[in-house]
Structure formats: structure tokens, C-alpha cells
């Protein structure tokens, strides 16, 4: 099971105690300061693994605004540490009266019957994740492992095949992963690292080490899927000049290419209907913000730079974000700016408005994927 709320091993790096003085003309404009203010505590003392100070922070900061989610969200999180699920329940509960078609509320909803060894319960409530945001590839995931604890082979393998096309790193989670002990015999897991090594080449990587860089593999485990995808005539094998020495390179062979190409192959050789062009690139804004909303949480100044530009490139998502949103793609602009000024502390400054922003945006693109889908 990916396990989200995983404790992070790394240290953060620790926010000074002082805090800042607030001029008085700012702390009565910005009414919402005191709130602010609450849930950046409640934010530190998590990552001081101060669980129980933290969730007195959340709760301080949601009597003064009680229906926002993403203090709801932090609270949730913090319950569900504690191991206090019957509260997490609760919740994410409130989370869902407020909105119904929240994905990551209903999949922590999930994941916390799958704590309490609920395996149905947790199934039912990972599909309804699915059914707000049919590219949520934790939820995908998720609901692999279930399927595959409730001993449905068959779903639980096609489940994982889409949550692998969802997102690549989920090939190596599943091949740790002990949910997925019913299905470790069958060919198709087996086939699990030949495919994902083979979706690396497609996607243009094209050395063994990109190709580890990329799935996540072991390098033995990819030399293994290689030297299996080769002996099938999947691939073919080149090399290519590095200084003085030669190192090997992989290719699609030319009929598989053609294939995938053309006939929109799946990443288990299943024959897929094309997707329209307006779902492709909502579903490729929908995977860009994600990876945005993780960048953002863990402040990382670079990832967050890259990503940003997914958003402003009219190569990219920019066209699509002027025709759509206009007004957040200026104040993308902004920030990528700024953030080139100031760093980290602008990220940290800004981090609520910049989810909040992202979060907004996510939900107009879930809709508009689903109604495409319909």
C-alpha cells in the first residue's frame, strides 16, 4: 500500500521561532491572519511530529473559518498519525458535505478502512475518488491493493495497469508492496517491469540509466526487462559514442513503434480508444497539477520553477490556460517571478494562496474531464 502519511526521514529544516511583526495596518486589513497564522503552527508542529499540539492549532484555526478544507484536510492527516481513525473518519466526512466530488478526501477516506482492515468499505470509497478524477493515480493505485486483499485477481491487475499509466513510479511501490500478495504469481504482474521499462523507452529514454532515473527500477531489475523486451524483439539495441568508451542504447523495434503510435497501445498491449485531443490535455494539466500541489507543499524552489512553466509555455498548458484562466495564469507569471527573487521564503509566504489557486483550477479540469468522458 503507498502509504502517504509516511513520516519523512529527512529533517526539515526548522522556520525560525521569532516570528515577524506584523505592522497593525496589515493585521487589520488581512482579517483572515489570526487564521493564517493558526494553521502555519499546526503545519510546523506536524513536521515536528508534535501531532497532538498540531491538531489543537487546526482546531483553534477552524473555529474561526469552519469550513475550510484545507485545514479540514491537515486536521485529517494528524488524526489519522495518532491512529485516531473514527475521528480522521469524521473528517474527511466534513470534508465531503462541503464537496462531494473532493478525490483526495475520499481517498484518504479510504485509507483509513484499510488501516482498519475494512478492505470493502475502503473500495467503495477509492472508486468514488476515481469516479471525481479518473487520473488520480494514488487512488489507482489504492485501489489495486484493495482489490487485490479482497482477492479479485483479475480486477486487481487491471487496476495496477492503469494506476502504472498513471504514473510510472507505481510499478516499483507495487512491486514491494505485500497488499499485492495474491497476484505476485500471475504472469501479469510478473510483466509489470518489461512493460514499464518499455513505456520508458517510448516516453524517449533511452540509456539504462535514464530508464532507472525514470521507473524507479533497480538496475538489475532493468537489465533483466531489457534483456527480456530484446529477446522478444520488443527493442533493439544500438550504441551510442560517450567520450572515449561506447554505451548502449535502447529503441522501440520499428513494428512496435508503429503500433503504439498508431494504434494508441495501452501500456499491456491493450488496444485503447484515442483519446480526443481536449481530454489529452485535460488530463495532462489535471497530472501537471498535482505535481505542482507536491512541489508546493514540500517547497521545493526548483521542482516548483519547472513546473510552473508547464503552465506559461504556450508549448505546453499556456495556450490552454490564457483561453481558461486567464486571471491564474497571469498570477502564475507572477510567481514564477518572484519566486526567482525571493526563494523559499516567498514559497512559504504564499503557500495557502498559491494551493488555494491550484486547488480551484483542478476542480474546473476535473469537471470538464468528466463531462468530455461522458
Known amino acids: 500500500m503507498k502509504k502517504l502519511f509516511a513520516k519523512k526521514s529527512k529533517e526539515r529544516i526548522e522556520e525560525t521561532k521569532i516570528e515577524k511583526t506584523i505592522p497593525t495596518e496589515r493585521s487589520l486589513v488581512d482579517v483572515d491572519y489570526n487564521r493564517k497564522k493558526l494553521f502555519k503552527k499546526g ?105 487485490s486483499l479482497l482477492n479479485q485477481v483479475p480486477e486487481a491487475l487491471e487496476a495496477l495497469k492503469l494506476s502504472i499509466e498513471a504514473d510510472v513510479k507505481n510499478a516499483r511501490r507495487s512491486i514491494r508492496d505485500k497488499d499485492f500478495i495474491n497476484v505476485r504469481i500471475e504472469d501479469g504482474f510478473k510483466r509489470i517491469e518489461e512493460v514499464v521499462v518499455l513505456e520508458s523507452i517510448r516516453q524517449g529514454y533511452h540509456t539504462l540509466g535514464a530508464i532507472v ?113 486567464f486571471d491564474e495564469h497571469r498570477e502564475i507569471r507572477l510567481w514564477k517571478i518572484r519566486i526567482n527573487d525571493r526563494g523559499v521564503d516567498y514559497i512559504i509566504d504564499n503557500k495557502e494562496s498559491m494551493l488555494i489557486l491550484f486547488n480551484n483550477i483542478e476542480g474546473t479540469v476535473t469537471k470538464k474531464l468528466r463531462t468530455q468522458i461522458d
Open 213 to 325: 532515473w525514470t521507473t524507479f527500477l533497480d538496475k538489475i531489475d532493468a537489465e533483466t526487462a531489457l534483456r527480456k523486451l530484446l529477446e522478444k524483439g520488443l527493442i533493439v539495441q544500438n550504441e551510442k559514442r560517450d567520450g572515449l568508451s561506447k554505451i548502449p542504447i535502447y529503441d522501440l523495434a520499428d513494428n512496435i513503434a508503429e503500433k503504439m503510435g498508431k494504434e494508441k497501445k495501452g501500456l499491456f498491449g491493450i488496444t485503447r480508444k484515442s483519446l480526443p485531443k481536449p481530454v489529452k490535455n485535460l488530463k495532462e494539466l489535471s497530472q501537471a497539477i498535482h505535481s505542482t500541489k507536491e512541489a508546493i507543499e514540500e517547497e521545493d524552489v526548483e521542482k516548483i520553477l519547472e513546473l510552473f512553466e508547464v503552465f506559461i509555455d504556450p508549448a505546453k498548458s499556456g495556450e490552454q490556460m490564457i483561453e481558461t484562466f
Open 43 to 147: 503545519i510546523n508542529l506536524m513536521a515536528d511530529e508534535k501531532l497532538e499540539e498540531a491538531i489543537d492549532a487546526f482546531e483553534q484555526a477552524l473555529r474561526i473559518e469552519p469550513d475550510n478544507v484545507e485545514t479540514l484536510m491537515k486536521l485529517g492527516y494528524a488524526r489519522f498519525h495518532l491512529e485516531d481513525y473514527s475521528q480522521a473518519l469524521k473528517v474527511y466526512d466534513k470534508i465531503l458535505e462541503i464537496d462531494v466530488t473532493n478525490p483526495e478526501a475520499w481517498n484518504l477516506k479510504g485509507l483509513v478502512h484499510y488501516e482498519q482492515k475494512n478492505y470493502s468499505k475502503a473500495l467503495s470509497a477509492v472508486a468514488k475518488s476515481i469516479e471525481s478524477d479518473p487520473t488520480y493515480g494514488m487512488a489507482l493505485y489504492n485501489q489495486a491493493c484493495f482489490l
